[in-house]
């Protein structure tokens, strides 16, 4: 399918997602930071998070008492980090002017609706909305291309998913929703396994630390990589511990690109380069 102008699945570059999410803190100038990272690394996008906080959480969740940056309630660190029409038309504004895509998980109705207004080259799923049957059916019926991240879910729950929004335009990413995930519970063998499954690309969404296991999801299949950067993981936010510093973010692009060259087409042949060494070292 295509994101865009952009041909992903078998036979494609891996497609490189920056998820920034909340990791922005609220601040405009800190999610522009963040996008010029994902771009100096030669990401494909960028993705953040909507949600209609009304919406999405109950009154009495939202008073429930919660220290944070931005006061000393739920409700004030979920409206703090909350991006609305300024905050997004900046960032539409810059991501237009260098050159980098931008999407967003919508976790309602509202937020897929807020979001249209952008025509965002498609729509990402959060885990969390797997099994929202009314939220699935309402991103299928816009039509774009859809992301379904499959944490904390079943094959039962994926496949009923998968009924909603058809195998058309789909992609599947495997995910563990820890935060941050332990390497033993990663199990990367579930990328060929759902290819195998549902006949449809397959990615990686990693909440692990370290970029060594999203390189492994790549020789496994993964045709599109989402990871959480940070401009430090000092910083204040549940994100931020599992999240890629700018750096680390330059190796998981460079080593995946690596990755891909040294994949090859599976069929064994003499190289050209070894001829001489063949030369040279057989006797026969």
Known sequence: MKIGAVEVGDGHPCYIIAEIGINHNGSVDQAIQLIAAAKEAGCNAVKFQ?????????????????????????????????????EYGAINLYCKSIGMIWFASPWDQYAVDFLSQYNPPCYKIASASLTDDNLLEYIAYTGKPVILSTGMSTLEQIDHAVDILGKDNLILLHCCSAYPAYNNE???????????????????????????????????GACVVERHVTLSRELWGSDQAASLEPAELNELVRDIRFVEAAMGDGVKRVQEREIPVMQKLRRA
């Open 186 to 220: 990663l199990n990367l063998r579930v990328i060929p396994a759902m290819r195998a499954r549902y006949g449809i690309p397959v990615g990686y969404s990693g909440h692990e630390l370290g970029i060594a296991s999203t390189v492994a999801a790549v020789a496994l």
């Open 50 to 86: 909507k949600r209609t906080v009304e919406i999405i959480y109950s009154e009495e969740e939202l008073n429930q008492p919660r220290a944070s940056i931005f006061g000393f309630t739920n409700g004030a660190l979920k409206r703090g980090l909350e991006f609305g029409y300024f």
